[in-house]
């Protein structure tokens, strides 16, 4: 069986992290999105690079183009990543950014910015911390919305363009937390997409909330903008009922994955009609050659690097 590979480095030990949680109904704006230049046209998937800014700068995503035409190389930028961590005092889960996720979105205007205004959307990432909270066991509708606003409303606040949802991490039940339940994602995604209708909300398609779509007559799937593989180096359809277009069977980890497999990924997204391809651990090394392995395929240009 394949494992995600995604290394999760902290600054240090949860209990040594100073809180920077979103309060309740928070909705000062740091400065809106500004509006994109327009980007040079490229036909082709619809390419996602998530960054861990525990290591590395999110400006990286936009130092890549197409040698033929021009055009970003990325079209989504994933900030990775915030937690939903569980406050023993209110017995919630609480919106938590650790100090590097939290400088990234206090920078918005250096770090965020530059890739809105070359055409780039930035999401969120969101995922468990180890304490029994999870986007799968809110104990109410009313919890679930609440989470659901403190989310749209770091949207609103820092100019952002989604949230992306990757459930794992965490560990169901600590903190004499529930299990997942059937109604939790449910009402966590018709929430956000209703506090945010415009907005990208995509699933990283693992974790107890991916086979949790839907309840009481309601289905989620179609509120989702995207779903992707989460196995690095492998093929695998999300098992979500998304078109095509929205979604990515190929998954790559830049530098970690081979360059072989990583083309061979990108071509048999084209030939088979998928509109996403996904990679992770973009970093500030000039990875264009890795990048050119499946850019090739994508869209028959190599890429260029430009520090």
Same mark, same amino acid.
């Given at each position: 069986?394949?494992?995600?590979?995604?290394? /999760?480095?902290?600054?240090?030990?949860?209990?040594?992290?100073?809180? #920077?949680?979103?309060?309740?109904?928070?909705? #000062?704006?740091?400065?809106?999105?500004?509006?994109? $230049?327009?980007?040079?046209?490229?036909?082709?998937?619809?390419?996602?690079?998530?960054? %861990?800014?525990?290591?590395?700068?999110?400006?990286?995503?936009?130092?890549?183009?197409?040698?033929?035409?021009?055009?970003?190389?990325?079209? *989504?930028?994933?900030?990775?990543?915030?937690?939903?961590?569980?406050?023993?005092?209110?017995?919630?889960?609480?919106? &938590?950014?650790? %100090?590097?996720?939290?400088?990234?979105? !206090?920078?918005?205007?250096?770090? *965020?910015?530059?890739?809105?205004?070359?055409? *780039?959307?930035?999401?969120?990432?969101?995922?468990?911390?180890?304490?029994?909270?999870?986007?799968?066991?809110?104990?109410?509708?009313?919890?679930?919305?609440?989470?659901?606003?403190?989310?749209?409303?770091?949207?609103?606040?820092?100019?952002? !363009?989604? *949230?992306?949802? !990757?459930?794992?991490?965490?560990?169901?039940?600590?903190?004499?937390?529930?299990?997942?339940?059937?109604?939790?994602?449910?009402?966590?995604?018709?929430a956000l997409r209703a506090n945010m209708p415009d907005k990208i909300i995509s699933l990283y398609n693992i974790g107890p909330a991916a086979s949790r779509l839907s309840y009481g007559g309601v289905d989620v799937t179609s509120k989702f903008d995207y779903a992707w593989n989460p196995y690095y180096g492998t093929w695998q359809v999300p098992g979500i009922a998304l078109p095509k277009s929205k979604l990515s069977p190929?998954?790559?980890?830049?530098?970690?994955?081979?360059?072989?497999?990583?083309?061979?990924?990108? #071509? /048999?997204?084209?030939? %088979?009609?998928?509109?996403?391809?996904?990679?992770?651990?973009?970093?500030?090394?000039? /990875?264009?050659?890795?990048?050119?392995?499946?850019?090739?395929?994508?869209?028959?240009?190599? $890429?260029? &690097?430009?520090?």
């Amino acid at each position: 069986m394949f494992t995600p590979v995604r290394s /999760r480095v902290r600054t240090a030990a949860l209990a040594l992290m100073a809180v #920077t949680a979103l309060a309740f109904g928070a909705t #000062t704006t740091t400065g809106a999105a500004a509006a994109p $230049a327009a980007a040079a046209a490229k036909q082709g998937p619809t390419s996602v690079a998530y960054v %861990e800014v525990n290591n590395n700068s999110m400006l990286n995503v936009g130092k890549y183009t197409l040698a033929n035409g021009g055009g970003n190389v990325f079209d *989504i930028a994933v900030i990775f990543a915030a937690n939903i961590n569980y406050d023993t005092g209110t017995k919630a889960g609480t919106l &938590y950014f650790n %100090e590097n996720v939290q400088r990234v979105l !206090d920078n918005a205007a250096t770090q *965020i910015r530059p890739l809105q205004q070359k055409g *780039i959307k930035v999401v969120l990432s969101v995922l468990g911390n180890h304490q029994g909270a999870g986007f799968a066991n809110f104990p109410s509708q009313q919890a679930a919305s609440t989470f659901a606003k403190q989310l749209s409303d770091t949207v609103t606040k820092y100019g952002l !363009d989604g *949230i992306d949802f !990757d459930d794992e991490y965490a560990d169901y039940g600590n903190n004499s937390t529930g299990q997942p339940n059937a109604s939790s994602f449910v009402y966590l995604v018709s929430a956000l997409r209703a506090n945010m209708p415009d907005k990208i909300i995509s699933l990283y398609n693992i974790g107890p909330a991916a086979s949790r779509l839907s309840y009481g007559g309601v289905d989620v799937t179609s509120k989702f903008d995207y779903a992707w593989n989460p196995y690095y180096g492998t093929w695998q359809v999300p098992g979500i009922a998304l078109p095509k277009s929205k979604l990515s069977p190929a998954a790559v980890q830049i530098g970690g994955t081979s360059q072989s497999t990583a083309a061979a990924l990108a #071509t /048999r997204t084209v030939s %088979e009609g998928y509109g996403v391809y996904l990679t992770y651990n973009l970093d500030g090394a000039n /990875r264009s050659a890795d990048v050119s392995a499946f850019t090739r395929g994508l869209y028959g240009s190599d $890429a260029v &690097y430009t520090p």
